[in-house]
């Protein structure tokens, strides 16, 4: 999905093409996976962030166009919407410094970009939700220029033969309609990258989505949009409604939508990628002229470019990545849970619970995703999202518990020893868990201070809402540049 495109029409010649081009990938890639031909010498972990920008008064501005121009640098690229942009920092190994390599990397980035986005009349802010959205700025205008998102959007309707409907029912409700994927653009978040070996992939994978609520729970940033006091990570719903190509004759029938959890365990990422080609149509049927087949039986590494374009437009929250860098292939997986933000030393603590957790869980003895139902997970999912840092989920060996309570006696210690397993400074590994901790005992995270911080102004200064969430992202953004995590953020 990152490549840009140059049609705009296709014909059902062009799908059919597609779709034969697609299983051909898959045939070849099961080949690729009996020999075994991955890298897998040095596993790397990347991260990549999604960012809004904001005017003086805190309002979304729509000038991605002359901040990346004015920031001139290749690790920042353009999103979905104009008031978005992304950060991909590049791929390391955990080891010893490198979660604090990301650290410093982010941070050094995300300062350079700042000043430069100064000079354009723009800020960058690292939330989940951008508060101050309004219903106005989700036109067809809003989509960045880049012909790949049109097209998606032109595709996406054109499945669904009718405008999307976006309800959401939290502390407050919102019904209202699109008829453009613009909402989309209003979640933003960080996406972790995990390489990992063939015979490894489903223990991570799994891993991943056992943990995925967890996660969800502990960095929720997202409890406003359009002006509603939503889910604590109402990213997840919106997400989910905003990109489904599905009316509602389609979902009574039980076709799966775009954006989901999944259905099962799996025991291969071949599951997925098969998955792909079996429930899903194409959005974007392009194809090249690599013949993937000659090119392994060369010795070769093939594309798979039908099946990589295929996989990234099916919006798993935990993605299976097949690419090939330096003309090595290699598998990752691609966390997509979290909510960007509030600060870099957050971002970086949820990074390190989630490395740690996901080792120590895909190298127990006994998985713990044979002691619990698919099914459990996502439940644990949806209500963490809804919840934020005060829901319970269920644990096998437990049953329900709050989830800060799951986290401070059971997962911290199971992070550690996963950060361990990478090798992760102790100092280091003690700092960013410490974080953690520390979130669990305040039960404050970004949601719960956006929340806080709201009814207090709404309270005490006699202000509108939409007053409020001004102010409020305007005393975010301040904190946000202080890199203090927080939960140690002042309150009204």
Same mark, same amino acid.
């Not at 489903?202 to 359009?226: C, K, M, T």
């Not at 509030?342 to 713990?368: I, S, W």
């Not at 397993?421 to 719960?448: F, H, K, M, Y």
């Given at each position: ?28 890639? *099961? ?81 350079? *970009? ?270 963490? *999202?809804?919840?934020?840092?005060? *829901? ?55 949601? /719960? ?23 409020? /992202? ?19």
């Amino acid at each position: 999905m990152g490549k840009d495109v140059e049609r705009t029409e296709f014909t059902r010649a062009d799908r059919q093409r597609f779709r034969e081009k697609v299983r051909q990938c898959l045939d070849v890639f *099961a080949q690729m996976l009996k020999q075994s031909a991955f890298d897998t010498d040095r596993p790397m972990s990347g991260l990549e962030v999604e960012l809004n920008l904001v005017d003086a008064a805190g309002d979304p501005t729509m000038k991605n166009q002359d901040v990346l121009d004015a920031i001139a640098d290749p690790d920042f690229q353009t999103e979905l919407g104009q008031f978005n942009i992304e950060i991909n920092l590049a791929p390391r190994v955990l080891g010893p410094d490198g979660l604090t390599g990301f650290e410093e990397s982010l941070r050094a980035s995300l300062n350079a *970009a700042e000043v430069k986005a100064e000079s354009v009349d723009a800020n960058i802010v690292m939330i989940g939700i951008l508060p101050t959205l309004r219903h106005e700025h989700m036109g067809a205008d809003t989509l960045s220029s880049n012909q790949r998102y049109k097209l998606l959007d032109q595709q996406i309707f054109a499945a669904r033969g009718e405008d999307l409907e976006i309800n959401i029912a939290g502390e407050e409700r919102l019904v209202t309609q699109a008829d453009t994927i613009a909402p989309e653009s209003a979640c933003t978040s960080v996406q972790y990258h995990l390489q990992v070996a063939p015979e490894q992939f489903a223990d991570y994978w799994n891993a991943s989505q056992v943990i995925a609520g967890i996660q969800v729970a502990l960095a929720a940033n997202s409890p406003y949009l359009f002006g509603k006091q939503l889910w604590a990570e109402s990213r997840i719903a919106l997400f989910e409604q905003s990109t489904d190509t599905r009316p509602d004759e389609l979902k009574a029938q039980g076709v799966r939508p775009r954006v989901w959890f999944g259905d099962r365990w799996i025991t291969s990422i071949f599951d997925l990628f098969e998955e792909n080609v079996r429930y899903y149509s194409a959005l974007l049927p392009l194809c090249d002229d690599e013949d993937p087949a000659q090119v392994l039986a060369e010795g070769g590494a093939p594309q798979l470019s039908e099946l990589r374009l295929h996989n990234g437009t099916i919006y798993r929250w935990n993605r299976p990545i097949y690419d090939v860098v330096d003309g090595r292939p290699h598998l990752r997986v691609e966390n997509r849970v979290l909510p960007a933000g509030p600060t870099v030393v957050d971002v970086m603590a949820n990074a390190a619970l989630y490395f740690g957790l996901v080792r120590a869980l895909a190298e127990q003895e006994r998985p713990l995703w044979t002691q619990m139902s698919f099914s459990a997970a996502e439940e644990n999912f949806h209500a963490a *999202a809804k919840g934020g840092i005060g *829901a319970r989920v269920y644990w096998p060996g437990i049953g329900d518990v709050p989830v800060t309570e799951l986290v401070l006696r059971r997962l911290l210690p199971l992070a550690h020893t996963g950060l361990d397993l990478w090798g992760v400074a102790p100092e280091q590994r003690d700092r960013l868990l410490g974080v953690i901790e520390r979130r669990c005992i305040s039960g404050r995270n970004g949601a /719960t201070w956006q929340v806080d911080t709201v009814r207090g102004l709404e309270e005490t200064r006699s202000v509108t809402r939409e007053q409020a969430l001004r102010e409020m /992202t305007r005393r975010y953004a301040s904190h946000m540049h202080t890199n203090e995590p927080v939960h140690t953020w002042p309150g009204v």
